[in-house]
């Protein structure tokens, strides 16, 4: 089961492409029903998932959720307490770290202090057993800082690189030993707000040119939609939705990730004995759209911010719900209208700026009305 | 307003220093002053220090070579001993013990020194005296095996006294380190001794310059150790001192020695802290 951890991992690569094809039905990453525990304290619990090769999922969900200890189990540094934590086909139980294809950019970066940047990067191929020979191993150092933009930069020191420039060194130090699995441990997380976004698109487009399997751990929902193209969403040691970002965003589970993934604005209601007709807190009724009757009882219903409309009320709209704006946060493109609804709290309403564009943009303590399309709603059991 | 808010501060400040400035100024600097120029003095006829101005005293130092000999050896091979044996507990209490017990395990570390090392060094005494392991040796057929009053008494006694003093600055530089650090390495491949030596060691390596820096300089001035586990025959350079203060009363001749050692220590400590400096990458590195 040693086999070096670099020659295993170039058999993959020097694959035709072609087979990559065949070995779709292959998935890099697989759980079968793995659990772990901290004594009385359990982390992560029966989780079933399947990575296919090549995808970029995000792991999303609160601190505590069992996320990161997913990806630790897969980089080596847990055992499940049950159940298998796969790569490649391969069970890894009892395979040490440094015995595993997969690399990880871990949080804050880890970089060793005391070695430059061309040694951080070059310490892995360093590793490898049988030896790489030095010319070819200052090559493909030279190579990965070339494909994180940070050439020339080698001999620098780690202290004396900006936060940003110190990720790049860790996205090239796993890189550099191509493996068939990248981990990334809330890998932006320490950066400011448009560094992050530049580097968003800068991962998604290296995973695919490099076609390489990345797992994100991350709890920054806009993250985890804007570069991955399979969420996994976890609360509570579970997943709980696996979909494609639109997907759980557009369509979410149940109320917790409606709540996480995106704002949400939450009406409690009963569906009456027709199974058509809903009846919220203030006593008014509301036809539940097109889907198919629904059992009565009390339910939950969800609105996105951006799903509802603001009218002004001397517009003759007969709109359902009538209130007075509290709060307007101007946000530039957009702007959120906090709304408080008689007998139905708080609405949060995002409005477009263009949409606005023919008035001027509405008071606080304006009286308003509020439309939305029931179809957009979504119901959950309370 | 804002220049009378400056002055106040900087009079809180100055107040604040004073007395540790006075009293370094009063028991550091006029001693070491007065040293120098007893250094360059005579001895009275009746002993202690008449005033001159003469190199003699230097001249004279190689007549105490045996006592150079055996400090600036002993110190370095003791606190290097003690390294040796220092590590490896360091080590095991930093990042092996299971963190529910650590305190525990490193005040054990810390207790013998609430007994004086008069009283510890005493117990040595006996047990490598004769009536000590030597007597449980012939037992067994070893005759006249003699340990007390050797370099070997010494050393050990150097090694069981200073050990703790080892063992705190590598143990913090451990406890410190980002264990992500040797996951990282382990994630790029490393075996657990590849990991050891190229990621543990050099970054404990401040810790461990500390340690022999503090041990080796203790060492130097070291006076209780060689006289009662070394007897007449291994002398150190604090044991010369004492004869020259208050035997002999040479005071010129033994101000020379200390000022000889002052300089010394000071030589060797600069030097460690470049090694220190160069070796961890940074200039956080404090050695004393």
């Not at chain 1, 790569?87 to 294809?101: E, F, L, S, T, Y």
């Not at chain 1, 609360?235 to 965003?249: D, F, K, S, T, W």
């Not at chain 2, 050099?202 to 070291?222: A, R, Y």
Request: hydrophobic share 50%; net charge positive.
């Amino acid at each position: 089961m040693t086999v070096a951890k670099a020659a295993q991992t170039d058999q993959c690569n020097l694959k035709p492409q072609g087979t990559n094809v065949t070995s779709h039905s292959v998935n890099d990453i697989e759980f079968r029903s793995v659990s772990k525990s901290y004594g009385a304290v359990t982390a992560v619990s029966d989780i079933n998932l399947q990575v296919p090769k090549g995808a970029f999922v995000a792991l999303l969900g609160p601190s505590g959720c069992g996320k990161t200890t997913c990806l630790r189990m897969i980089g080596g540094f847990e055992q499940p307490t049950t159940g298998d934590v796969l790569i490649n086909g391969k069970p890894m139980n009892g395979v040490q770290a440094h015995q595993r294809p997969v690399n990880m950019v871990f949080q804050q970066y880890a970089l060793f202090p005391h070695f430059n940047v061309e040694q951080n990067v070059s310490y892995g191929l360093r590793q490898a057993r049988p030896k790489i020979s030095a010319p070819e191993i200052s090559r493909r150092v030279a190579e990965a800082l070339e494909m994180v933009r940070l050439g020339g930069f080698g001999k620098r020191r780690i202290h004396e690189m900006s936060g940003g420039q110190q990720q790049r060194v860790a996205l090239a130090r796993a890189l550099v030993n191509k493996p068939s699995v990248l981990l990334l441990d809330e890998p932006l997380a320490a950066l400011d707000k448009k560094l992050r976004t530049a580097m968003q698109i800068e991962l998604q487009t290296l995973q695919r040119e490099l076609g390489i399997t990345f797992v994100l751990v991350t709890h920054d929902q806009e993250e985890a939609l804007s570069m991955s193209d399979l969420v996994c969403v976890m609360n509570a040691g579970r997943i709980v939705q696996l979909a494609a970002p639109q997907e759980v965003y557009d369509k979410p589970r149940d109320l917790f990730v409606a709540d996480f993934v995106g704002k949400t604005n939450r009406m409690a209601a009963t569906v009456e004995a027709d199974g058509a007709t809903l009846r919220l807190a203030d006593g008014s009724a509301l036809s539940i759209g097109e889907r198919s009757a629904l059992p009565p009882g009390a339910v939950t219903l969800a609105l996105r911010p951006e799903a509802i409309t603001l009218h002004r009320q001397n517009q003759s709209i007969s709109g359902r719900l009538s209130g007075v704006v509290t709060h307007r946060i101007f946000l530039g493109s957009s702007v959120e209208y906090s709304v408080s609804v008689n007998g139905l709290g708080n609405f949060l309403i995002t409005a477009d700026r263009h949409v606005l564009s023919e008035s001027s943009l509405v008071e606080p303590n304006e009286r308003v009305v509020l439309s939305f399309n029931p179809d957009a709603a979504h119901i959950f059991p309370a | 307003m804002a220049l009378a808010t400056n002055t106040k501060r900087r009079m809180v400040t100055a107040s604040l220093v004073a007395p540790a400035v006075a009293w370094l100024f009063i028991f550091l600097v006029l001693p070491f002053i007065a040293m120098l120029v007893f250094s360059v003095g005579e001895r009275a006829p009746e002993g202690g220090y008449q005033p001159a101005f003469t190199f003699a005293q230097f001249a004279n130092l190689p007549s105490r070579a045996a006592a150079f000999w055996n400090t600036l050896f002993l110190a370095p091979v003791g606190a290097f001993i003690c390294l040796i044996v220092a590590y490896p507990v360091a080590y095991y209490l930093a990042v092996k013990a299971n963190p529910r017990y650590r305190l525990l395990l490193v005040s054990l570390v810390i207790v013998p020194f609430w007994t004086s090392l008069l009283v510890r060094t005493y117990a040595w005494m006996y047990l490598l005296g004769s009536r000590g392991i030597p007597n449980l040796l012939s037992m067994v057929g070893f005759d006249d095996v003699r340990i007390l009053n050797t370099h070997g008494a010494v050393l050990l006694g150097i090694v069981y006294g200073y050990l703790p003093l080892m063992i705190m600055p590598i143990y913090v530089s451990l406890e410190k380190l980002d264990r992500r650090l040797l996951e990282a390495s382990a994630d790029l491949g490393a075996k657990p001794v590849s990991t050891f030596f190229s990621i543990t060691l050099p970054l404990s390596l401040p810790g461990v310059m500390t340690g022999l820096s503090l041990v080796t300089i203790l060492l130097l001035g070291e006076y209780l150790i060689p006289q009662l586990l070394g007897g007449g025959k291994v002398f150190f350079i604090g044991n010369a001192l004492v004869d020259l203060f208050l035997q002999s009363r040479n005071w010129p001749f033994g101000s020379a020695i200390a000022v000889t050692l002052v300089i010394s220590v000071v030589f060797v400590l600069l030097i460690a802290m470049r090694i220190a400096w160069k070796i961890a990458g940074t200039r956080q590195v404090d050695l004393v």
